[in-house]
């Protein structure tokens, strides 16, 4: 779905381009209230609120572009919660003095079990996490926390033969916070939605001049317990247009 709504983001830019050049044909009043996301550098993509009424006239270019930004808006929305790629399971066989392989890369939420093998043997981690805690094997330890993770056989003299491991465990990624149903409230105030990851700190930054990084300034940062939250700027009242971004931490 990221990929589809990239590409359509590319053809929708193009047809943007068309339609402010081809002559109006269809003559109605329009009520302009739009929402519309603006890239930055930082790959935060903040969002531009504007309301208003205005007695304009519409060609066909410009009405594909009107309906065109709210299928990419729903679009959007829907790509949240398709599912994120899943944990996966790394097997590590055993046997006389070895595993195989002896050094795996996993992402935190991964397991990792030592299995087809043969003899009796344990694993048994050397740092802060004990994995199997030196039970004979086979077992089976999932990685909650980044780190660099050894282990060995606890068996006498199977370590100094050789028969140690490590496990390296790295941060899953995070995707981007998105920032949906936008609306402008009877005060004046702006008031959204944000889509983004559990328990991890969200500042919501705006700004009315995007043309500079230096722009931005910090409104909240909060920390939901949820992955989605409503946060109303109280601030915005007799402004015309406002963009928003959110900022996480690495």
């Not at 068309?18 to 996301?37: C, G, L, M």
Request: overall charge positive.
């Amino acid at each position: 779905m990221r990929a589809i709504f990239l590409s359509l983001t590319s053809c929708f830019s193009w047809v943007e381009k068309w339609a402010r050049q081809e002559k109006p044909f269809q003559r109605f009043p329009h009520a302009v209230e739009t929402v519309e996301t603006v890239p930055t550098s930082s790959g935060s993509t903040p969002t531009q609120l504007k309301q208003g009424v205005n007695e304009t006239f519409l060609s066909f270019g410009q009405l594909l572009v009107k309906y065109a930004r709210r299928s990419l808006l729903l679009l959007s929305f829907l790509s949240t919660f398709l599912p994120s790629a899943a944990a996966i399971t790394t097997n590590i066989t055993y046997g006389s003095f070895f595993f195989v392989p002896r050094i795996v890369s996993i992402n935190v939420g991964d397991t990792v079990v030592w299995t087809n093998g043969f003899g009796s043997h344990t694993v048994l981690g050397t740092g802060s996490d004990p994995i199997c805690g030196g039970a004979f094997l086979p077992c089976s330890h999932t990685f909650s926390t980044p780190g660099t993770y050894l282990y060995e056989c606890t068996q006498l003299g199977h370590a100094a033969a050789g028969m140690t491991g490590v496990v390296n465990v790295a941060s899953a990624s995070v995707a981007a916070a998105l920032l949906t149903n936008a609306m402008r409230l009877a005060n004046g105030q702006f008031r959204f939605t944000i889509i983004s990851t559990a328990n991890r700190a969200n500042t919501i930054q705006a700004s009315t001049n995007v043309s500079s990084s230096t722009n931005w300034i910090s409104l909240s940062t909060m920390t939901p317990s949820t992955s989605t939250f409503t946060f109303t700027d109280t601030n915005a009242g007799g402004m015309t247009l406002r963009f928003y971004r959110v900022v996480e931490p690495p």
